[in-house]
Nanobody
Framework: QVQLVESGGGLVQAGGSLRLSCAASGLTFNNYAMGWFRQAPGKERESVATISWSGGTTKYADSIKGRFTISRDNAKNTVYLQMNSLKPEDTAVYYC???????????????WGQGTQVTVSS
């Protein structure tokens, strides 16, 4: 049974930081590209950051580039999203995702986590 379990969400003031974690089980972690996606109320789900199965290639949405960092620890089967300089527009449910491929896109996700709420107050 494949499981992706997110943690680390919460309430933070603008300018603050949060670190999200996604622990994967039931899969061969280093065979999967991983990503973080988010969905704000009334908006479509969007890609935030993705990382290749080796960790050598990362991609970021323009809206968060320079503020967020995605990383993975294959020995721990965990992917992280370090979020700094948070803005109210970052408020959303953040989802961890996995795809058995070198890269991952929203339309080609194999597994989703249940999400963790991030709320940024002004």
């Amino acid at each position: 049974q494949v499981q992706l379990v997110e943690s680390g969400g919460g309430l933070v003031q603008a300018g603050g930081s949060l670190r999200l974690s996604c622990a994967a089980s039931g899969l061969t972690f280093n065979n999967y590209a991983m990503g973080w996606f988010r969905q704000a109320p009334g908006k479509e789900r969007e890609s935030v950051a993705t990382i290749s199965w080796s960790g050598g290639t990362t991609k970021y949405a323009d809206s968060i580039k320079g503020r967020f960092t995605i990383s993975r620890d294959n020995a721990k089967n965990t992917v992280y999203l370090q979020m700094n300089s948070l803005k109210p527009e970052d408020t959303a449910v953040y989802y961890c995702a996995a795809r058995r491929s070198l890269v991952i896109f929203a339309a080609q996700v194999d597994y989703w986590g249940q999400g963790t709420q991030v709320t940024v107050s002004s």
